[in-house]
Nanobody, 124 residues
Framework: QVQLVESGGGLVQAGGSLRLSCTAS????????MGWFRQAPGKERDFVAA????????YYADSVKGRFTISRDNAKTTVYLQMNSLKPEDTAIYYC?????????????????WGQGTQVTVSS
């Protein structure tokens, strides 16, 4: 069992930056692909970014490429999402998730565990 707790969300003006963190419980963190997803009001959950178990491979949605960076620190059992040049359309609840299968990092259905989410609001 893995428990995930996100933090770092908040209100920021367009063009600003935020850094989200997701800390996992358990000693098997390094075995999981970690991903970030987001869900805006009235919309479906969307893939944002994912990172392989050792950080060697990263994946991004086209909408965030060049602006967001995913990273992880296995010693701290934490995954990060650095978000720069934020836009109002980035406003959403951001969720981190853990995937033990590495089948499809951008597909939420493959993820085993999910956090409760953290709200990110970008004002124009």
């Amino acid at each position: 069992q893995v428990q995930l707790v996100e933090s770092g969300g908040g209100l920021v003006q367009a063009g600003g930056s935020l850094r989200l963190s997701c800390t996992a419980s358990g000693r098997t963190f390094s075995r999981y692909v970690m991903g970030w997803f987001r869900q805006a009001p009235g919309k479906e959950r969307d893939f944002v970014a994912a990172i392989s178990w050792n950080g060697a491979n990263t994946y991004y949605a086209d909408s965030v490429k060049g602006r967001f960076t995913i990273s992880r620190d296995n010693a701290k059992t934490t995954v990060y999402l650095q978000m720069n040049s934020l836009k109002p359309e980035d406003t959403a609840i951001y969720y981190c998730a853990a995937d033990s299968t590495f089948t499809a990092p951008s597909v939420g259905e493959w993820y085993d565990y999910w956090g409760q989410g953290t709200q990110v609001t970008v004002s124009s």
